[in-house]
């Protein structure tokens, strides 16, 4: 993740409310005034409240996963970042300019060379070859038929799809038929995809399949994504970090493993309850300072123990410990060793304990 | 009786109405008149210049590449039993009819069906004026043009016209509101302008409901024109209607048979070419 550039942001969500309704002015009104409720307003006012004072930053070269359940809004939201949809209230910043302040060429331009879109229903033109369907935003662009023909035979070439070219989509499977729509979204070479929930409708082999090379695919060519899903699973899989969006409201932003270790409320911890952590917690979360572990084992050689980093999952770490005669492993950051993953530990991380209460009983 | 002389007022209205029409709007009716007469002469002109198995070739291959070779065959058999019969010129008469007709109301209609397709306000102020055209009996058409542009080919192109263009307004209007949201959706998202979003997302979903649209004005189109052998269309229409007032039946059946393998022949191969518009093979 060392391509991920903390100070460049992207995509600049600030408190963003989406209303959806007749009423919707007047509702948005009233919740600004007098702080409605979601139930509020729909008893009040007959809207919906689609998307609720979301907030989030997504930098460049970064994968942003929003995980939510169907109605809670996430649609609406990814929907926003490239103004599909207009906020009721709030601002959303592309590359630094208000998408609200734009005028329609400008956001038509902003949309065309700048943010790509994949769909759930992928939506391939079916009079059109797989060749004329990845070069349709270039084509729309106003780019010569030879070079966007060319642009987009190898962007079909980097989701493997070099052979089908003449093709028409009819032809092609359901993963087939995304890999063209991501092929689609990034012949126009923007710096970033918005993902709508593009391999929910895929069989789970093949979804992990796309699911990796996306990833792949996005950190090669230094793209940031926002990807939407209703599946922990999945968002873990892709994302750098994730959002939970529940009933429109972002209940958590962080890394998969700082979601998993730290919950925010119940509803998150019922989410991730059933997730594997093998490959989730890193040895700094399991690990046990170093004074602790001495003076539990006064005899011990720090120095002689096998040495690991304290990014190795816990799926390594328990690879290293049965290898070594020894039932402790160093965690060492630049050398220096900051501490020790003792198979206790371990353990209470398989388990899931949090490492503060595991701190304590040890 | 009151409801009587309602109806003698109102009978009146329409007499003297037409009538002011006439007189005043004569130079208009002249020009209508030539203009349409015009268009159809050259059609006919086109069609008569080669001999008639040139064109029966024509509809033959038009139907074995765009049906099948069977359909093909049997058109171009079909054909030429109709010149066999001696019809072959008011064959091709009622061709020109036909399809000058259809030409301007599809020039008309389609337009109109794709505005109407954008503005529901429109569509739903189209909607009943569309009912009343095709529930009124087709006879009612012709006489208020005979009024108008006096006995011949004009007066059935007009009225062929009026009952030929409501299929091809609703058929056009409905393709253009059934694009699929997510192309819609897709469309801005790929920042397209407007006319791109109609030339390269709506049309195309919306061709196949055009082209089974175009192949209703057409199959209106025969239905009218033989009727408007009454006020003097020339064509099979008019040998129907001279063979009844003679009680001629076999000359009555030998045109039905004209105009029943004509209407086939076009009615298969412009629904051909609405499956090809459709993306699909034939």
Same mark, same amino acid.
């Given at each position: 993740m060392a391509n991920i550039d903390a100070n460049e942001v992207l995509i600049d969500c600030q408190s963003v409310w989406k209303i959806f309704g007749e009423k919707a002015p007047a509702a948005m009104k009233a919740v600004a005034e007098r702080g409605l409720s979601k139930k509020q307003i729909l008893q009040e006012y007959n809207c919906v409240v689609g998307v609720s004072d979301a907030s989030l930053q997504v930098r460049r070269g970064e994968i942003f996963c929003i995980m939510g359940l169907s109605g809670s809004g996430k649609s609406t939201l990814i929907r926003l970042l490239n103004r599909l949809i207009t906020p009721s209230l709030g601002k959303v910043l592309v590359k630094g300019k208000d998408l609200s302040a734009l005028d329609a060429a400008e956001l038509r331009q902003m949309r065309a060379q700048h943010i790509g879109m994949v769909f759930q229903s992928v939506a391939l033109l079916p009079h059109r070859t797989v060749l004329e369907n990845a070069a349709f935003g270039l084509e729309v662009q106003g780019i010569a038929k030879a070079e966007r023909n060319r642009t987009a035979a190898a962007a079909l070439e980097k989701v493997g799809l070099g052979d089908w070219l003449s093709r028409f989509p009819s032809e092609l499977s359901g993963g087939m038929q995304q890999r063209v729509g991501l092929a689609r979204a990034i012949a126009s070479d923007p710096e970033i995809i918005l993902m709508d929930e593009p391999f929910s409708a895929l069989d789970p082999l093949i979804r992990r399949q796309l699911q990796d090379e996306f990833r792949q695919l996005t950190k090669e060519l230094g793209k940031s994504a926002v990807f939407i899903t209703h599946d922990l699973d999945e968002a873990i899989r892709i994302g750098d970090r994730i959002a939970i969006m529940k009933d429109g409201v972002i209940i958590q932003v962080g890394t998969a493993e700082e979601i998993v270790l730290n919950p925010a409320d119940q509803y998150v911890a019922d989410f991730v309850a059933g997730i594997s952590r093998l490959h989730l917690i890193k040895a700094h979360s399991v690990m046990v300072p170093v004074v602790d572990y001495q003076r539990q084992h006064p005899n011990s050689d720090i120095g002689s123990l096998v040495k690991t980093t304290p990014e190795a999952d816990i799926d390594a770490l328990i690879g290293l410990t049965m290898q070594s005669d020894r039932d402790a492993i160093a965690v060492a950051d630049n050398g220096t060793v900051v501490g020790v993953v003792t198979a206790r530990s371990l353990l209470a991380g398989v388990k899931g304990t949090p490492s503060h209460e595991q701190a304590a009983a040890a | 009786m009151e409801s009587s002389a309602f109806a003698d007022t109102f009978d009146a209205w329409t007499d003297s109405a037409l009538e002011w029409l006439s007189?005043?709007?004569?130079? $208009? /009716?002249? #020009?209508?008149?030539?203009? $349409?007469?015009?268009?159809?002469?050259?059609?006919?002109? $086109?069609?008569?210049?080669?001999?008639? /198995?040139?064109?029966?070739?024509?509809?033959?291959?038009?139907?074995?590449? $765009?049906?099948? *070779?069977?359909?093909?065959? !049997? *058109?171009?058999?079909?054909?030429?039993?109709?010149?066999?019969?001696? #019809?072959?010129?008011?064959?091709?008469?009622?061709?020109? #009819?036909?399809?000058?007709?259809?030409?301007?109301?599809? /020039?008309?209609?389609?337009?109109?069906?794709?505005?109407?397709?954008?503005?529901?306000?429109?569509?739903?102020? #189209?909607?009943?004026?569309?009912? !009343?055209?095709?529930? !009124?009996?087709?006879?009612?058409?012709?006489?208020? *043009?005979?009024?108008?542009?006096?006995?011949?080919p004009a007066t059935a192109l007009i009225a062929t016209f009026v009952v030929a263009m409501p299929p091809a307004i609703r058929l056009t209007s409905l393709g253009i509101r059934m694009t699929p949201h997510e192309f819609i959706e897709l469309g801005h998202a790929i920042g397209i302008t407007k006319w791109q979003m109609f030339f390269k997302i709506r049309l195309p979903f919306a061709m196949p409901s055009i082209m089974a649209g175009i192949n209703q004005s057409l199959m209106m189109a025969f239905g009218m024109v033989v009727i408007a052998g009454i006020v003097g269309s020339g064509g099979l229409g008019e040998t129907i209607y001279g063979a009844i007032r003679t009680l001629d039946i076999a000359k009555s059946i030998d045109a039905a048979i004209a105009i029943v393998v004509l209407t086939m022949v076009l009615d298969r191969i412009t629904q051909s070419a609405a499956r090809f518009a459709k993306g699909g093979t034939p």
């Open positions: - | 007189d005043n709007g004569e130079f $208009l /009716f002249d #020009l209508v008149r030539t203009m $349409l007469e015009g268009f159809y002469e050259g059609i006919l002109w $086109l069609l008569e210049l080669p001999p008639f /198995f040139v064109v029966v070739a024509v509809l033959a291959v038009a139907g074995w590449r $765009l049906v099948n *070779a069977w359909f093909g065959a !049997l *058109a171009g058999i079909a054909l030429v039993i109709c010149a066999l019969m001696g #019809l072959w010129p008011e064959t091709m008469s009622t061709l020109a #009819l036909v399809i000058t007709a259809t030409s301007l109301a599809l /020039f008309v209609g389609l337009p109109i069906g794709v505005i109407a397709g954008f503005l529901p306000a429109l569509d739903r102020l #189209l909607e009943p004026a569309l009912d !009343l055209i095709q529930t !009124l009996p087709p006879y009612i058409y012709l006489l208020p *043009a005979i009024a108008l542009l006096g006995y011949g």
